[in-house]
DNA sequence: GTCCGACCGTA
DNA sequence: TTACGGTCGGACG
């Protein structure tokens, strides 16, 4: 090596974990082997591989070196036996790739070096340093701090993930000091990840001040009695050796022992053959194809590479001796090999994601819960602590206490982290006493200003490299939102638990925790109170408070990492990852925009509403004879049905007389006037205090705007619900109900648009079923349910009674729901023996129904689940019930699931790219409410042209590429001022 | 104060 | 005949 060479050197262990954590689990599919990390591994090869060749590249590589850790058994150990000792075992699906990360490696012609009783990193400062000294230039492919204090003006490093050079500014900037001062500020810091001790109370931060002061630690530590903070003194004092201890552990080593020289780092041609093969044999389909093209061989004609897995000891997490696992030492470092299509002898590397769920399953049982385990974060000091940790693992698992349910209300009391199972904290924000004055009390001592605390989490939590865990993160996310943090990357332990058991009961982390870890964590309940009693959380003391919430997010950590890997081994992944995460900011956004409601004409509303019940009322009392609560089902019926002697139809399961309003519907047809009357005034009463009395209070006192909150684990199909207040059901279907829509309006200047499909379900039926007749229809564009009146009755489309198509109609309806005889008679008020011919002829004319309801059924009693075109599952556990009943009513759901569940993704895909396509457009337009085949948005009136094309835009193709749906997809979209007019 | 059933608004 | 959430009355404590 000489001079103007140009060594890259990649931290292979390193980019292990955080590749492992930073990209989204993949695993072979033939055999689903986890693969993630080693698909992320090859990219970067080849990417820098491929600007290696690429002459218009300045900084290309002429030697390659990929290095690894080799045990966990370092010089470290015997200055510091603690050292790393706080590390656990590496996930079980991490394992297998260790070896895997190495033949790859091989397989791109890359040496591969490690070497028994060093780091990694021991090994990158010892060949950077011989490289220098040659005068070559250095890029060490790596974004680890503990690798920064090697740069020079010659070395510098590349985060490969964040496509980012650190050179001598970027450590600065950064750290705040140079690199050569980055060994003293790390053992003044310590690193709470390799147990590095470092001075207590002593971050970044001020130890880049005192080396700004001091100059280097040992002048710090001669002139400590300068300092003026006393804490801050006496620690220095107290810690020194600590410190001259940690700095031995965080200072690499220059002068490894190699075995192999920069000589024999010479980059290398391509291998063509020997490296396709590696990538087929992992199934990397993209990559096979890109390398066999740029290596001029034919992909077809090489074989897999018969891989095994090696068992390989990385010091960076497995501590393989120490987790209490049978791989020893020898079976660690050695090459205990092991074919990956069979099962692993006895050992507890897992190599297949069923045998990590099951490894995990047992972990989270046996491991218990210890509240009093759980720190209290107090100062900054601490609290950076925490947020490098988080930083360092890549993960964290995250809990607010605020002072209301509702996101748009509420205030931010306190925040929890978990980084480990068991190790989680709480940080108080605002805490106030209980025995107050009349404002309440006033906030307690020893709390972290809440600025403060979101200045100094605010870079982890917007952090790409470090995943946020949650349990309902869309609250989470619009509380951060709501204080200026774009929380990203996220996972959302409620909706990896929706994904894998819909149908399986709730989705509550009291619920999981009890059913995953055999645990009942402490009830919000009774810190809090309940009814007129109740405290707000800010009220909870401290040490409390910090039970409570540690455990939240400690329970939190341990639900993931139970559940993530479920996702794969059950295939469910891009159903979470397409159709859940990327919903949450969506509908925050949703939520936090709100939509604006008129006050005055709800007011109105209310007060004509109120006087037509009034004149109602009046007369029932005089039709009934005496004065009743109308509003009482069961007064009620006693006077239709005892006193009047009109005759009853149907009782309630209490034995209660019927009033339902069909059944008063029936009875006024047949001329009985107080029947009608209480129909009317039901109408109007269930206007007034559902909607026009109800909407006002919904409206938030600062945006002036009604903020719904939507349900995403709420439904067993994959819908979403709405509530507080639900605008899901704002009646459209009467004349007076629909003039509650026209109290949503647009804001000045701007229009409300809604989009609606046209037949969704009755598409998707026609596309699962495979109905000829039907996708025909929609093909054509003719009204469906005519044709299906025609089809059946032998009726011409042209001049078909009303009549005749509604009952049409309703079969259809009736056919989405799992149709029985009882419910079609009932619907259509005929007998039930002519319902049961409807449905003969029905199924005569249209034979892939029945076909397809029967598989559905079948399937469902197969698997206990149905499954949605895009792979979503509902589970029916008790569609095998000896209860008839009980085992019919589970049939029709089973066999709605599959329609409804799969509109329900397609208006879900739609919506994850409308914001997107909308700003692509450089359209203003925003979402505002789901309506299930309804979205509706607000834009600026000059746009609504330009806006109208790219929604429907979406909307039609929200199926593809995924799936390509047999039946076009009809979207019709209209603009107004209110919502009543556009829809 | 809390729970449940009846009823009814939506897709 | 599918999927929801809100309001009310009434019974329970």
Redesign the pocket.
């Known amino acids: 090596m000489k001079k103007g060479d140009h060594l890259f050197l990649v931290d292979g262990s390193g980019y292990i974990f955080r590749a492992y954590h930073a990209l989204p689990p993949l695993t072979r599919k033939s055999d689903g082997l986890p693969v993630g990390a080693v698909s992320g591994f090859c990219n970067m090869l080849w990417k820098l591989l491929r600007e290696a060749r690429d002459t218009s590249v300045r900084d290309t590589p002429t030697h390659f070196a990929v290095i690894f850790d080799y045990s966990s058994t370092t010089f470290r150990k015997e200055i510091y036996p603690e050292y790393k000792a706080n590390r656990s075992a590496p996930p079980e699906d991490l394992i297998p790739q260790f070896g895997l990360i190495r033949q790859a490696t091989k397989a791109f012609n890359l040496p591969c070096i490690e070497k028994e009783g060093y780091e990694a990193d021991d090994l990158i400062a010892t060949y950077a340093r011989m490289a220098e000294a040659v005068g070559a230039e250095v890029t060490i492919i790596s974004s680890d701090k503990d690798l920064m204090q090697l740069v020079t003006p010659l070395v510098s490093m590349y985060d490969s993930m964040k496509d980012k050079q650190i050179g001598i500014p970027e450590v600065i900037e950064k750290w705040g000091v140079p690199p050569e001062k980055m060994i003293d500020l790390q053992a003044m810091t310590g690193d709470s990840t390799d147990n590095v001790p470092g001075i207590p109370g002593i971050g970044p931060k001020t130890a880049a001040q005192l080396l700004e002061e001091f100059g280097d630690l040992d002048t710090l530590l001669a002139r400590a009695g300068e300092i003026k903070q006393q804490k801050r003194r006496e620690n220095i004092i107290q810690y020194a050796e600590q410190a001259l201890i940690s700095r031995q552990l965080v200072t690499l080593k220059t002068d490894t022992p190699i075995d192999v020289g920069l000589e024999d780092f010479g980059l290398e041609p391509q291998n063509g053959p020997k490296l396709v093969a590696f990538l087929k044999s992992m199934e990397f389909n993209a990559l096979t194809r890109r390398a066999a093209e740029a290596t001029g061989v034919d992909a077809s004609e090489i074989e897999a590479a018969n891989l095994k897995i090696e068992a390989v000891a990385e010091a960076r997490g497995p501590d393989l001796d120490s987790a209490g696992s049978d791989a020893s030492p020898e079976a660690a470092t050695a090459s205990s090999q092991m074919v990956v299509s069979s099962k692993p002898p006895s050992s507890n590397v897992s190599a297949t994601p069923a045998d990590l769920v099951k490894a995990r399953t047992d972990e989270a049982l046996s491991a218990k819960i210890d509240r009093s385990a759980y720190t209290t974060i107090r100062d900054v000091a601490s609290l950076q602590i925490w947020i490098d940790e988080a930083m360092a693992s890549g993960i964290v698992a995250f809990d607010t206490e605020t002072t209301s349910a509702d996101p748009m209300q509420t205030e931010i009391v306190g925040l929890s982290l978990a980084t480990r199972p068991g190790k989680a904290a709480y940080i108080p924000i605002n805490h106030k006493s209980r025995d107050g004055d009349l404002l309440g009390g006033g906030l307690l001592e020893h709390q972290i200003p809440e600025a403060e605390v979101f200045r100094l989490l605010k870079p982890m939590l917007e952090d790409a490299s470090v995943l946020k865990i949650a349990h309902a993160m869309k609250y989470e996310w619009l509380v951060m939102h709501r204080h200026g943090i774009d929380l990203h990357p996220v996972d959302d332990t409620m909706l990896i638990s929706y994904v894998l058991d819909a149908g399986e009961g709730h989705h509550t982390m009291d619920s999981l925790c009890d059913r995953w870890l055999g645990h009942k964590p402490l009830a919000y309940k009774d810190l809090v109170g309940?009814?007129?009693s109740s405290l707000t959380f800010d009220k909870v003391e401290i040490e409390r408070a910090t039970e409570y919430a540690a455990e939240d997010a400690d329970v939190t950590l341990r639900l993931w990492r139970l559940l993530k890997p479920r996702l794969v081994a059950d295939g469910l992944s891009s159903v979470y990852e397409r159709l859940e995460r990327p919903l949450i900011p969506v509908l925050a956004r949703m939520e936090e925009r709100g939509i604006s409601v008129d006050r005055q004409i709800l007011s109105r509303l209310s007060g004509d509403l109120a006087q037509s019940a009034a004149a109602i009322e009046d007369e029932i009392y005089k039709l009934a004879g005496e004065k009743i609560?109308i509003?009482?089902?069961?007064?009620m019926?006693d006077i239709l049905f005892g006193k009047m002697g009109l005759p009853g139809g149907s009782k309630?399961?209490?034995g209660?007389w019927?009033?339902?309003?069909?059944l008063l519907e029936d009875l006024a047809a047949e001329g009985h006037e107080l029947p009608r009357k209480v129909?009317d005034w039901?109408?109007l009463t269930?206007?007034k205090?559902?909607y026009t009395d109800?909407l006002p209070g919904y409206i938030h006192p600062d945006t002036k705007r009604v903020h719904t909150s939507y349900?995403m684990a709420?439904?067993?199909?994959g819908?979403l619900?709405?509530?507080?207040?639900?605008l899901?059901?704002?009646?459209?279907?009467?004349t007076e109900?629909r003039k509650i829509r026209t109290a949503f309006i647009a804001a000045p200047g701007n229009k409300l648009i809604s989009a609606d499909y046209s037949q969704i379900e009755l598409r998707v039926l026609a596309h699962v079923a495979e109905i000829p007749q039907l996708t025909q229809a929609f093909a054509d564009g003719i009204d469906i349910h005519a044709m299906t009146a025609s089809e059946m009755f032998g009726v011409p489309v042209e001049g078909m009674p009303s009549e005749v198509r509604r009952r049409a109609k309703?079969i259809n309806?009736?056919i989405i729901?799992?149709?029985?005889a009882?419910?079609?008679a009932?619907?259509l008020s005929i007998p039930r023996e002519e319902a049961s011919q409807y449905i003969r002829t029905y199924f005569e004319r249209f034979p892939g129904i029945k076909d397809y309801m029967e598989a559905t059924k079948a399937f469902a009693r197969q698997h206990g689940y149905v499954e949605t075109i895009f792979g979503r599952r509902a589970h029916y556990p008790e569609i095998r019930s000896s209860n008839p009943q009980l085992r019919a009513?589970n049939e029709?759901?089973a066999i709605?699931?599959p329609i409804?569940g799969s509109a329900a993704d397609i208006i879900r895909r739609a919506m994850v790219r409308m914001d997107a396509a909308l700003k692509d457009a450089k359209l203003t337009a925003r979402m505002l409410l789901q309506?299930?085949?309804?979205l509706v948005f607000e834009t600026i009136e000059d746009e609504v042209e330009a806006t109208l094309p790219v929604i429907r835009e979406v909307m039609e193709n929200a199926a593809m590429p995924a799936i390509a749906l047999s039946v076009p997809l009809q979207v019709d979209a209209r603009a107004a001022h209110n919502w009543e007019a556009a829809h």
């Open positions: 309940s009814g007129k609560n509003g009482s089902p069961k007064q019926g309630t399961k209490t209660q019927s009033t339902s309003a069909q129909v039901r109408q269930k206007l205090s559902t109800a349900a709420a439904t067993s199909t819908r619900s709405s509530s507080e207040p639900n899901q059901n704002i009646p459209v279907r009467t109900g309703a309806f009736g729901y799992g149709i029985s009882f419910g079609l009932n619907q009513f029709r759901a709605n699931a409804q309506v299930h085949d309804e």
